[in-house]
């Protein structure tokens, strides 16, 4: 709005394009504002649509590289649009924690609308607050301990379709098997459903990968062309393909949440008074959505349940496969560090099938390497927030503080931080110890360093202990709900994998630098992630 109001001449001064043409080429923007100052003071990132990375998937290298240049809190636009980039650790805990509420989803709201209607990513504060309340204490220990026991099956039909590839001598892209097996993980444990995708293609699994797709390709793409008259599905193919998956997707969830509605006793609502004494092995459906259903209080309609566990599937299933993909990539380049690992591995699991909570909390070098790689691979690299009001954002390193205008989009750039050498020396090297020493740097006096002795009481290092520089599954309020699953899942997944195995890449991607980089919601790779396998025992 003040903005708007400004004559015409003033604009510049506000910060914002003068029109729409001057601003479709990014190159221009000195031109375009001339000496006069931003009005947020912030930086203007110049440069041009490939250099951001816009054009071919890697906008998070964009937004990196526009940060060596501009800093760690920069504005840019893309045509008409801007954006606040941010990758500072305080100027983050501010958006994501002191001033939380203050800045929603945005883009990121309207663009998984049709996806995830009000699941808790996109909710308004006002779903978001019944539905994380309702939700959270799905997460708790005994049904947590419980899925520790299921990652471990999952990870013996993974194993042993590996095993056959191996025996076969055929080569296996490493990034579809963890898509997979992390698909399989999350529809059991959240709505109950046998995916069976480690083992078999099926429809519903093609739905389900075919609708993640379309999700990472609305949220790069800054028109939403799917809301026009005639566009959802008369005119583009993948628009009617995507409304084909969605509503197979659709069917296979409804069925779910009929079969828990059904499913619902009063034996098991008064269980609820005690829960960490649930019996889970015991119970036909110990989903997440079965104890949605059994919890006392309003009722849920079949509606909200459905977008609660589309968006459980979506939210937890690329991102922890991901950063297995990634947590071996580096590994299969470190032969020393991974025999090192293997050899913990074997010391722990000797004689067993799957790991127990014991045995996670005696493999430290594993649980650290899993760590690692969503540091540097984190999933998402970037998140999306809108200010709700005007507002100033601390100093942080620099100590320029930035205004904010009410409607200003960010890129919250987890990337950029978690790859900062500031925080991070060697920031790009995948080194999992790390996490055993302190770090402080005297140059940013704000910023109170990493501490080991403070993940307080966790396995795993956290946004504490590193004063923010560290933030995978986000911080605050909104933080994700799934972090501990996620973590024990994946350190599961990759002790079981590396403890069969050693690895090498193979054609069509035969050198690590072969695989590339691109990123949707997560970081993936360009050409999958072929390797050949051999066995170890
Ligand atoms: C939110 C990362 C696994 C469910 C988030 C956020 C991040 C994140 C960064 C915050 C998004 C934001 O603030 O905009 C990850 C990573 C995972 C993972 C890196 C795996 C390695 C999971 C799993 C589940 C899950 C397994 C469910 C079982 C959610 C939900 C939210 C969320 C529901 C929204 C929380 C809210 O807004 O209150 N996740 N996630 N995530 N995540 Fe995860």
Redesign the pocket.
């Known amino acids: 709005e003040a903005f708007w109001k400004l004559p015409f001449t003033e604009r510049g001064k506000a910060g914002e394009p003068l029109n729409l043409g001057d601003t479709l080429h990014v190159t221009n923007i000195e031109q375009i504002f001339g000496d006069y100052p931003s009005y947020d003071g912030a930086p203007l990132a110049a440069g041009d649509l490939a250099e951001s990375g816009l054009t071919d998937g890697t906008m998070y290298l964009g937004l990196q590289r526009y940060q060596d240049k501009f800093g760690d809190v920069y504005k840019m636009c893309f045509g008409p649009k801007s954006f606040m980039v941010v990758s500072d650790p305080q100027v983050l805990k501010h958006i994501?924690c002191d001033s939380v509420f203050n800045y929603d989803?945005g883009l990121?709201g309207e663009v998984l609308e049709d996806v995830m209607g009000k699941?808790?990513?996109p909710?308004d504060f006002e779903t978001?607050k019944v539905?994380?309340r309702a939700?959270v204490p799905g997460?708790h220990k005994a049904w947590l301990n419980y899925q520790l026991g299921q990652f471990g099956e999952a990870g013996r039909l993974l194993t042993k379709s590996l095993h056959k590839s191996a025996a076969a001598g055929t080569a296996v892209d490493m990034e579809e098997r963890f898509g997979s097996v992390a698909l399989d993980i999350?529809g059991k444990?959240?709505f109950n459903y046998e995916f069976g995708s480690t083992e078999k293609e099926s429809p519903v699994v093609k739905a389900a990968i075919q609708s993640l797709r379309e999700v990472e390709h609305r949220a790069q793409t800054p028109f939403q062309y799917w809301k026009l008259p005639l566009m959802d599905d008369v005119l583009v193919e993948r628009q009617r393909e995507f409304k084909v998956n969605m509503e197979l997707l659709n069917g296979a969830l409804n069925d779910c949440v009929q079969q828990a509605l059904s499913q619902r006793t009063e034996a098991d609502l008064e269980e609820l008074h005690d829960l960490e004494r649930r019996d889970y092995s015991k119970m036909d459906n110990p989903s997440?959505l079965r104890f949605l259903v059994d919890m006392k209080g309003e009722e849920t309609s079949g509606k909200q349940l459905r977008d609660?566990m589309i968006?459980?599937?979506i939210?937890?299933?690329e991102?922890?496969a991901?950063?297995l993909t990634w947590a071996l990539f580096e590994l299969a380049q470190q032969p020393e560090l991974l025999e090192e690992v293997q050899s913990e591995i074997d010391g722990v699991m000797e004689g067993k099938e799957c790991p127990d909570m014991e045995d996670i909390k005696a493999m430290p070098l594993l649980r650290l390497c899993f760590a690692e790689s969503?540091r540097m691979y984190?999933?998402?690299p970037l998140?999306?927030?809108r200010a709700m009001e005007e507002d100033t954002l601390p100093g942080g390193a620099t100590g320029q503080e930035t205004k904010i205008l009410r409607g200003m989009d960010f890129f919250?750039s987890?990337y950029n931080m978690q790859r900062d050498e500031k925080y991070w020396p060697n920031a790009n090297t995948y080194d999992p110890k790390r996490w055993l020493n302190p770090y402080k740097n005297p140059d940013i006096p704000g910023w109170k360093g990493y501490d080991p002795t403070k993940w307080g009481g966790q396995l795993y290092p956290n946004e504490i202990a590193s004063d923010y520089a560290f933030?995978?599954?986000?911080?605050?309020?909104?933080?994700?709900?799934?972090?501990n699953?996620?973590?024990l899942?994946?350190t599961v997944t990759l002790g079981m994998v590396l403890r069969d195995f050693t690895f090498e890449f193979t054609a069509p991607t035969a050198e690590p630098a072969q695989v590339g980089t691109s990123t949707g919601a997560?970081i993936h790779t360009k050409n999958g992630m072929w390797m050949k396998l051999k066995p170890r025992r």
């Open positions: 994501l989803k990121l699941g808790l990513i909710a978001w539905r994380r939700i997460f999350i444990a959240v997440l609660d968006t459980m599937l939210a937890g299933h991102t922890t991901s950063a969503l984190p999933e998402p998140l999306i927030r919250l987890i933030i995978p599954f986000g911080c605050g309020p909104r933080k994700c709900v799934g972090d699953f996620a973590m899942e994946g997560t």
